[in-house]
T-cell receptor, first 113, second 116 residues
Framework: GQQLNQSPQSMFIQEGEDVSMNCTSS?????WLWYKQDPGEGPVLLIA?????ELTSNGRLTAQFGITRKDSFLNISASIPSDVGIYFC?????????????FGSGTQLTVLP | GAVVSQHPSWVICKSGTSVKIECRSL??????MFWYRQFPKQSLMLMAT?????????EQGVEKDKFLINHASLTLSTLTVTSAHPEDSSFYIC????????????FGPGTRLTVL
C-alpha cells in the first residue's frame, strides 16, 4: 500500500528540548492523524486534524494540517523520557463507509536524560 | 475513549498450522474494522478491511485464502492465518473507527505471531 513520506526517520534529543517531525504526501487527505507506538503495543492516537490549516494542541504536543492538505507536522515541546517511542502520521480519505488509513514510515524518538 | 482488544497478545505455532486472532470493540459497535501487519522497525501496512455482514476487502498482494477474515458481529472480527509459515511471523494489529469520535480510529494492542 501507499506510504507517506515521514521525516526524520529517527531523532536523538536531550530531555527538555523541543522536537519537530513532518509528513508529506503526493495525495490529498481529508484527515491527518498522529499516533505514538510503544514497543509491542498498538498505536495510540495523539492528535486528529480535520481542516486544512488547522492547528491543534494536546498538552505539549502541537500539530498542524497543511493548507494544501498534503502535509502535516507534529511538534513536541520540552521533551521528557516518556516521550520515547515511534511516532506515525496517518492520512485518511473518506470514501463511502471506508475509513482506511495510510501510514507514514515512522519517526523513532529517543530522549536522552 | 474507545477500547479495542485483541486476543491472543502473542502466539507461537508450528509451520503449517492455522492461527486465529480476535479483535473486539469493547464499548462501541464497529461495522468496519481494519487489519494491519507490521514487521520489525517498519510501518503499519493495511491488509484488509473487515465488513460486518459482508465479505472483507483485501489490499493488493494480500492472499484472501491465506488470511481469512470473518466479521461475526458488530463487536468482533477475526483474522485466521491458515497454513502459517515462518514468513508470516509478524505483529498483527486491528483497528476500528468510533463513530461518536468523528470516526477516529482506535487500535488494538496487537498480536505477536511467531511461526517456527
Amino acid at each position: 500500500g501507499q506510504q507517506l513520506n515521514q521525516s526524520p526517520q529517527s531523532m536523538f534529543i536531550q530531555e527538555g528540548e523541543d522536537v519537530s517531525m513532518n509528513c508529506t504526501s503526493s495525495s490529498i487527505f481529508n484527515t491527518w492523524l498522529w499516533y505514538k507506538q510503544d514497543p509491542g503495543e498498538g498505536p495510540v492516537l495523539l492528535i486528529a486534524l480535520y481542516k486544512a490549516g488547522e492547528l491543534t494542541s494536546n498538552g505539549r504536543l502541537t500539530a498542524q494540517f497543511g493548507i494544501t492538505r498534503k502535509d502535516s507536522f507534529l511538534n513536541i515541546s520540552a521533551s521528557i523520557p516518556s516521550d520515547v517511542g515511534i511516532y506515525f502520521c496517518a492520512g485518511q480519505l473518506q470514501a463511502g463507509s471506508a475509513r482506511q488509513l495510510t501510514f507514514g514510515s515512522g519517526t523513532q524518538l529517543t530522549v536522552l536524560p | 475513549g474507545a477500547v479495542v482488544s485483541q486476543h491472543p497478545s502473542w502466539v507461537i505455532c508450528k509451520s503449517g498450522t492455522s492461527v486465529k486472532i480476535e479483535c473486539r470493540s469493547l464499548d462501541f459497535q464497529a461495522t468496519t474494522m481494519f487489519w494491519y501487519r507490521q514487521f520489525p522497525k517498519q510501518s503499519l501496512m493495511l491488509m484488509a478491511t473487515s465488513n460486518e455482514g459482508s465479505k472483507a476487502t483485501y489490499e493488493q498482494g494480500v492472499e484472501k485464502d491465506k488470511f481469512l477474515i470473518n466479521h461475526a458481529s458488530l463487536t468482533l472480527s477475526t483474522l485466521t492465518v491458515t497454513s502459517a509459515h515462518p514468513e508470516d511471523s509478524s505483529f498483527y494489529i486491528c483497528s476500528a473507527p468510533w463513530l461518536a469520535a468523528a470516526d477516529e480510529q482506535f487500535f488494538g494492542p496487537g498480536t505477536r505471531l511467531t511461526v517456527l
